[in-house]
């Protein structure tokens, strides 16, 4: 997504009327949080990777490895999170996920006398949410709308809409509800102040 896009889609008012000013205050205020947003993305993806409109990733995560590997869709937060990209790493849309994730795509053959290494890919699914400090391990598959609980480290697949804690990340008997509809990207401010409170 480029400025043009906010521009063309920006909220409209009438013009001097008290939220008009209001809304260019506010767009004058997050403004440096919007060209950093911009920048960010535009880099990722002059080194090759796919980047869905309104995503977000902070630049302060750490995105090392082959970029053109990396997929993300449309409206995916992102903090300051690592992601070691050696295989692929598809992550969906309107997905979750906080400061301090790590993603790792590859490893070592423990059974190797050579200690060889592997990759697979990692696969997180639309509306999935992947909280502080998790960790994801090579060739996992977080299904659409599942939870993976703080801290928590994730060695085998989590099915759709399930809630995973602890370590080794296991599954709570409650599920999470499958009516999800929410945008987390819609409250960021740089976005908010151009497109209103439900872009
Ligand atoms: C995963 C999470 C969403 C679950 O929330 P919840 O459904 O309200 O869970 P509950 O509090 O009912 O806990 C259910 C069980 O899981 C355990 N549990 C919950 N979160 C856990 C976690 N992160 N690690 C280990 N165990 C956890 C609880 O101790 C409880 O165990 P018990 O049934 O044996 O007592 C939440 O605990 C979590 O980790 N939130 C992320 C917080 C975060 O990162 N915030 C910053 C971004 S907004």
Known sequence: MSFVYLW???????????FWLKQWAKRILSFTQLVTVLKTKFLLKIKGSRIGSLSIISNKSRIEG?????TIGDCTFI????LAIHADIRIGSCVVINDGVKLLTASHNVD???WSSFAK????????????DAIILPGIHIGKGAIVGAGAVVTKNIPEYNI?????????D?????????NPV??????????????
């Open 79 to 82: 903090g300051q999170a690592y």
């Open 8 to 18: 063309q889609n920006r909220e409209k008012t009438h013009t001097f009327s008290w």
């Open 164 to 172: 995973a804690v602890g370590n080794p990340a296991k599954l709570l």
């Open 112 to 114: 190797d006398p050579s």
């Open 66 to 70: 082959c970029l053109e590997k990396l």
């Open 174 to 182: 409650k599920q999470r509800t499958q009516e999800l509809k929410y």
């Open 121 to 132: 890919p990692i696969i997180i699914d639309d509306y999935a949410w992947i909280a502080t």
């Open 186 to 199: 819609q409250l960021i401010a740089c976005y908010e102040a151009w497109l209103g409170k439900y872009c």
